[in-house]
């Protein structure tokens, strides 16, 4: 199946045809967040949308969290590197 995808798409996808822009179109609306449902109800226009998911990832961004797993690197048993790293 994926095989015979990418022959149709040889085929029928140059960036002037019928197929290929279908297909951008298909791309862009699956890909489309048509509302956000937060705690303080629903963004759905552009502005709110982007004005949630800014304040979304800026509470992670630049700021440490608690590690609650370390890794033992003796546990992996590496080959030590001689002549003060790489």
């Known amino acids: 199946k994926r095989k015979a ?19 951008m179109r298909s791309r862009r609306r699956k890909n489309f967040i048509h509302i956000l449902q937060t705690s303080n109800g629903i ?17 992670f961004l630049g700021s440490k969290g608690a590690r609650t797993r370390a890794i033992d690197w003796s546990q992996l048993q590496l080959p030590a590197i001689r002549g003060g790293g790489l």
């Open 43 to 59: 963004a759905t226009s552009h502005e709110d949308k982007e004005a949630v998911i800014f304040e979304h990832f800026s509470s």
């Open 5 to 23: 995808s990418r022959l149709t798409w040889l085929k029928l996808g140059n960036a002037g045809t019928k197929f290929f822009h279908a297909k």
